[in-house]
T-cell receptor, first 116, second 115 residues
Framework: GAVVSQHPSWVICKSGTSVKIECRSL??????MFWYRQFPKQSLMLMAT?????????EQGVEKDKFLINHASLTLSTLTVTSAHPEDSSFYIC????????????FGDGTRLSIL | AQSVAQPEDQVNVAEGNPLTVKCTYS??????LFWYVQYPNRGLQFLLK????DNLVKGSYGFEAEFNKSQTSFHLKKPSALVSDSALYFC?????????????WGAGTKLIIKP
């Protein structure tokens, strides 16, 4: 149980393109979803926290207009990287939890984004 | 401030030997503690958690971790390492008193098991 599906797994696109990444909880209701960015050989950097039906809470330094997050249902959250540039190239990972706070986050397999 | 420290960037162990991956934490209240494993180009997989109760927690793939309140530690252990255990391991903590579900993450420890 507790499966999170993330698509696509790999994206290569030209600079200026917008890219949408989907994160779905397949067998549970995800009241809260998280979006992380991971640089090579580094830990996870939390970008934003989203709760179903409300606006995402972004971490300091993360551009809201660059990284659009929508959590429209209890099973789906999307991250759109708008007008992507090479510096946005990274590994993006989503996670989801149905709560309460002592429950683990369940992770998608990540999306490798390469902007040319 | 809450924090997690994984003091070793890398741990090398021979196959069949016991392994330990260290984690210490700092929270203002009581901790929820988690261990995750990450294989290359993959997301994180949940291994085990400590919430309350027994200090020794057993998890997936034969891993266990011991909660030590006085030393504020939550080291990950396995009695006999496998080559397939080679991966990146993350420790994470959350304070019971926090109203959100965010985790504070350690920097990760690369575990290398040599045949």
């Amino acid at each position: 149980g507790a499966v999170v599906s993330q698509h696509p797994s790999w994206v290569i696109c030209k600079s200026g393109t917008s890219v949408k990444i989907e994160c779905r909880s397949l067998d549970f209701q995800a009241t809260t979803m998280f979006w992380y960015r991971q640089f090579p050989k580094q830990s996870l950097m939390l970008m934003a926290t989203s709760n179903e039906g409300s606006k995402a809470t972004y971490e300091q330094g993360v551009e809201k207009d660059k990284f659009l997050i929508n959590h429209a249902s209890l099973t789906l959250s999307t991250l759109t990287v708008t007008s992507a540039h090479p510096e946005d190239s990274s590994f993006y990972i989503c996670s989801a939890t149905g709560g309460p706070g002592n429950q683990p986050q369940h992770f998608g397999d990540g999306t490798r984004l390469s902007i040319l | 401030a809450q924090s997690v420290a994984q003091p070793e960037d890398q741990v090398n162990v021979a196959e069949g030997n016991p392994l330990t991956v260290k984690c210490t934490y700092s929270v203002s209240g009581n901790p929820y503690l988690f261990w995750y494993v990450q294989y290359p180009n993959r997301g994180l997989q949940f291994l085990l958690k400590y919430i309350t109760g027994d200090n020794l927690v057993k998890g997936s793939y034969g891993f266990e971790a011991e909660f030590n309140k006085s030393q504020t530690s939550f080291h990950l252990k396995k009695p006999s390492a496998l080559v397939s255990d080679s991966a990146l391991y993350f420790c994470a903590v959350r304070d019971w008193g926090d109203s959100n579900y965010q985790l504070i993450w350690g920097a990760g420890t690369k575990l290398i098991i040599k045949p």
